[in-house]
């Protein structure tokens, strides 16, 4: 092909020299005459690789937005300095809803109106919260209960 081509060089290329040229060597501009027996299947582009923030879990397509993210966000940039980091519990609520859980599971018997540790038991759960401003035993029994179910 190459060796076909520098025949060009340094001709006036005009339509009919460019048409004379190509019908003079045709024959060896042709490839070997090949049976074509492979069907190839068209297969979907790749999808992009996503760079995920660990720390709020949005995705980004390059790693420089990735980056600027964390850089803009006091949030993400404070979590991937932490260093312990890859041991954090992850929630799965809001931690309003998972310390209310644990505050329940500590001081009433499975979700009752009742005192978990002298058995009083209550009309609603405004009383039942009140009992451990009350009852100095009660209330260091439920805070030695809830340390335990928190570091669970
Ligand atoms: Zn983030
Ligand atoms: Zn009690």
């Known amino acids: 092909m190459e060796d076909i081509l520098k025949k060009l060089q340094g001709k006036q290329l005009t339509k009919s020299s460019i048409f004379n040229f190509l019908s003079e060597n045709i024959s060896s501009l042709t490839f070997p005459n090949t049976e074509v027996n492979e069907i190839i299947i068209p297969t979907p582009l790749q999808q992009p690789i996503e760079f995920r923030c660990d720390a709020c879990m949005k995705t980004f397509v390059t790693e420089v937005s990735l980056k600027q993210h964390i850089d803009k966000s006091t ?3 404070s979590w991937n300095n932490h260093p312990q980091k890859d041991t954090m519990v992850k929630l799965s609520k809001g931690i309003h809803l998972v310390i209310d859980d ?17 058995k009083c038991k209550f009309s609603n759960k405004g009383n039942h919260h009140k009992h451990y401003n009350s009852s100095a035993v009660c209330n260091n029994m439920a805070y030695d209960e809830f340390k335990k179910l928190i570091s669970k």
Not at 102 to 118: M, P, R, V, W
């Open 102 to 118: 644990l505050l329940n599971e500590a001081i009433s018997n499975n979700g009752t109106l009742e005192c978990k540790f002298c």
């Open 75 to 77: 949030a993400c940039k």
